[in-house]
């Protein structure tokens, strides 16, 4: 492959052909993962729906619970929440293969912004995850404390 095309760029960097090979398999590593992640998500929605649906049979254990509805509800938002990042992967999956196979920086450029999105993405997720387990735990020790001194 000709490295001049792709490393035409002001910064000097050069792209042989090792990185070249690295970053194909990435784009494939990471395709394979978003296919996955759709099944995944597919999954959740099916869940989702179920649970709306055969969530009424759940009030002969638990009257106008609503149980159902609310997991529903539960795995809906987790299906709606992985579908940014899906979108994200497939973007660097697509865009680095192409940049690479075809010695174009564009695509190259849009698999690497379609990565730097997902990693942006899960980080913020990744910190508002501990921020709840940390309010959550810091509860769970209110409530222990509360329901302790009642005794």
Do not use: H
């Not at 690295?22 to 784009?27: E, G, M, N, R, V």
């Amino acid at each position: 492959m000709n490295e001049e095309n792709m490393n035409s760029g002001t910064t000097g960097m050069v792209v042989n052909e090792r990185m070249r090979a690295d970053l194909l398999a990435s784009a494939k590593w990471a395709k394979f993962l978003c296919i996955i992640g759709c099944i995944g998500v597919a999954l959740l929605v099916i869940i989702a729906i179920a649970m709306f649906v055969l969530g009424g049979s759940m009030n002969t254990v638990l009257p106008n619970s609503g149980f159902g509805a609310a997991v529903g509800f539960v795995y809906l938002f987790m299906a709606v929440i992985y579908i940014y990042p899906l979108i994200m992967g497939f973007q660097f999956a697509n865009g680095t293969k192409a940049g690479c196979l075809n010695n174009d920086e564009n695509e190259l450029a849009r698999g690497f912004e379609g990565m730097r999105s997902w990693f942006n993405y899960i980080g913020i997720l990744t910190i508002i995850c501990l921020v709840l387990y940390a309010l959550i735990i810091i509860g769970a020790f209110i409530a222990g404390f509360a329901a302790a001194s009642k005794f």
